[in-house]
């Protein structure tokens, strides 16, 4: 507008300025810092991943490829990439398996988001439209899937071998899927329908011997030797007893000081003393035990050398100090109840067993109670390793094949591995974007080639060709096997069904859902304020 002399220029009434460009500049930054949490892992996806060596400040080292334990020890102050590592662990809670695979989606659908705001599209509509896909690939999903009865061990043994083979122990997976199986199935809850406790497993590692050695024990272990050199270490036809009292001189509630000044006096402090532990003792050796627990104590010692010494007398084997944490398991493996005063040791709060023993195990001892009548429904594993490094990392891969099998307990259905459930969702959800109308055609085909993220970066940590390998899937996927997916020790695409390569559809739908629930709270946040804390 020309202004002429004598005009007045006119100023645009009641429109403020407006800055639009910072929260695209915030919702950019968040991407970015998410994206580069999935590619700092991306890697380590798959049977041929690869691991991370993560070094603690004090020094303590971890070798893994599992993505939770990887993002928990991970530095990340970026709020939006913690965002992602909280998503790594919803998925560890909710499934136990496919922590890496969950970030890897939520960084491809974050990728897809980035071009769909360039595009000019609402961060409001990408977020709702990424909401109907996810419950339109779940539908998808479910199809696929193939229902499996908790009586068909083989193929539950096939889906916890599949967790295995990503893991360093890969090649142990035919010994130790078995044992998860067992374990699980021994402490599933027949009553109540799909629940599995797995406090009920214990994992006890003991250094030494190769991973080969791991057993499942259906019994109860204690991590300590029995206490006592005299006594016995192995006890058949047990009688078992825990306390929660200790067995030693009494002290005072407060720091006092009792000053003796003569021998008399002393003599007598020390008659007491022995005359209120021998008291103890023949109240055990009255009640029948021939094996007691003690619970630790922190005040004083559980167990006083004078009492061991009575004890070893009695021929009663002791291991002392075990932990109040791990006192509920015991109970429930003996179905006892822990015993606080004397007057109740009495025969009939004693467990019975038909056999407690020490064993040697590597350069360890412990003492491992087996036979025991009516036992509860716990189990114990003895995860043996030649290092603490390799004793870890198959802890912590012991611990995802149970959780894989917790899953198929939880949702009786398996699907294929090997990337066949996301290019078959991807190749479906691009062909229902056809039948959309705006908005909604874009997200839905975007979010479709997201998907092929897992299978190209399967492809890739293989050493395969990504393009080639999705192509060829997705033509095979075309022609109607839904089933095929990327074989990684053939280098080619197979049947993946066929080759025994399942994972529980939970694992999947679990993924799906809680990574575009991710995404979209990322995309909701245009903005970040700091406190005045």
Do not use: W
């Amino acid at each position: 507008m020309v202004v002429k002399p004598g005009m007045t220029a006119m100023k645009p009434q009641g429109q403020a300025y407006k800055d639009k460009s910072k929260p695209a500049d915030i919702r950019l930054s968040n991407i970015n810092a998410a994206k580069a949490v999935s590619d700092a892992i991306r890697t380590s996806l798959g049977p041929r991943g690869m691991d991370k060596m993560i070094q603690a400040s004090n020094g303590e080292v971890t070798i893994t490829n599992d993505g939770a334990t990887i993002l928990k020890q991970m530095n990340v102050i970026h709020p939006a990439a913690k965002m992602l590592v909280e998503l790594s662990r919803a998925q560890d809670v909710e499934a136990g398996d496919g922590t890496t695979s969950v970030v890897v989606v939520a960084g491809a659908l974050l990728e897809a988001v980035e071009k769909l705001l360039q595009m000019g599209i609402h961060p409001t509509a990408i977020s709702e439209a990424f909401q109907r896909c996810s419950a339109k690939a779940v539908e998808i999903l479910t199809e696929m899937s193939r229902p499996v009865e908790l009586n068909d061990r083989e193929s539950l043994v096939k889906s916890a071998s599949t967790s295995l083979n990503s893991k360093v122990v890969s090649q142990h997976s035919s010994m130790l899927a078995p044992i998860a199986v067992d374990a699980v199935l021994k402490v599933t809850e027949s009553h109540a329908q799909g629940s599995v406790d797995l406090k009920n497993i214990k994992i006890i590692r003991s250094l030494g011997g190769t991973i080969e050695d791991t057993e499942l024990i259906d019994g109860l272990v204690f991590t300590q030797r029995s206490s006592g050199i005299n006594g016995p270490k192995r006890v058949e036809k047990a009688k078992i007893g825990l306390i929660q009292f200790c067995i030693s001189a009494p002290k005072t509630d407060m720091d006092h000081s009792v000053i003796v000044s003569d021998y008399a006096a002393m003599d007598r402090v020390l008659k007491e003393e022995r005359a209120y532990i021998l008291n103890i003792v023949k109240q055990i050796k009255k009640s029948g035990c021939n094996v007691l627990l003690v619970q630790k104590s922190i005040l004083r010692d559980a167990v006083s050398d004078l009492a061991q010494h009575f004890l070893d007398k009695i021929k009663v084997m002791v291991v002392k100090d075990i932990e109040r944490e791990d006192i509920e398991f015991v109970c429930k493996t003996l179905r006892c109840r822990p015993v606080a005063s004397l007057d109740h040791f009495v025969a009939e709060n004693l467990v019975n067993a038909d056999l407690v023993e020490e064993v040697a195990s590597g350069s360890t001892k412990f003492v491992k109670v087996t036979g025991i009548q009516n036992m509860g429904q716990t189990v114990s594993i003895v995860v043996r390793g030649s290092n603490k490094l390799v004793l870890e990392e198959a802890d912590r891969s012991l611990h995802d094949a149970l959780c894989v099998v917790r899953c198929l307990v939880k949702k009786r259905a398996l699907i294929a591995g090997g990337g066949a459930p996301e290019i078959e969702m991807a190749l479906q959800l691009a062909a229902y974007a056809q039948t959309l109308q705006g908005v909604d055609a874009y997200c839905f085909r975007a979010f479709a080639n997201a998907l092929e993220v897992i299978p190209s970066t399967l492809a890739e940590n293989a050493g395969l060709n990504p393009i080639a390998t999705v192509t060829e899937l997705r033509n095979r996927h075309a022609q109607g096997e839904k089933n095929a997916g990327i074989n990684v020790r053939k280098g080619a695409i197979t049947d993946i069904l066929a080759e025994n390569v399942v994972q529980p559809l939970l694992v999947s739908i679990s993924s799906i859902t809680l990574a575009s629930e991710t995404v979209r709270s990322i995309l909701k946040i245009d903005d970040i304020v700091n406190t005045m804390q």
